[in-house]
Nanobody, 124 residues
Framework: QVQLAESGGGLVQAGGSLRLSCAASERTARVYAVAWFRQAPGKEREFVAGINWSGRITYYADSVKGRSTISRDNAKNTVLLQMNSMKPEDTAVYYC?????????????????WGQGTQVTVSS
């Protein structure tokens, strides 16, 4: 069973940057697609970005496109999400997830494995 653990959240001012990290427990996770989701209070969990096993295919939500970069280091079983020019509306708990396949899916209900989440707060 794959275990995921996020880190890197915190408090940042609007316009600032954060780098979130997702560490997987198994070497086999390097062949899986991984996605980042976020959930703000009272809102549904939403897709932020996804990356395939090789890192050559990435997808972004329109809300973060152009100011976020997802990448992975398979040697370290780690997926990173670099977020720049952050806005107060980016405030949420951020989760990484995988469905243990090679496909990126934007529907959070498709994912079986989740990290515990990391809080990101952007102050105005």
């Amino acid at each position: 069973q794959v275990q995921l653990a996020e880190s890197g959240g915190g408090l940042v001012q609007a316009g600032g940057s954060l780098r979130l990290s997702c560490a997987a427990s198994e070497r086999t996770a390097r062949v899986y697609a991984v996605a980042w989701f976020r959930q703000a209070p009272g809102k549904e969990r939403e897709f932020v970005a996804g990356i395939n096993w090789s890192g050559r295919i990435t997808y972004y939500a329109d809300s973060v496109k152009g100011r976020s970069t997802i990448s992975r280091d398979n040697a370290k079983n780690t997926v990173l999400l670099q977020m720049n020019s952050m806005k107060p509306e980016d405030t949420a708990v951020y989760y990484c997830a995988t469905d243990a396949t090679g496909s990126i899916n934007k529907n959070h209900r498709s994912y079986d494995y989740w990290g515990q989440g990391t809080q990101v707060t952007v102050s105005s």
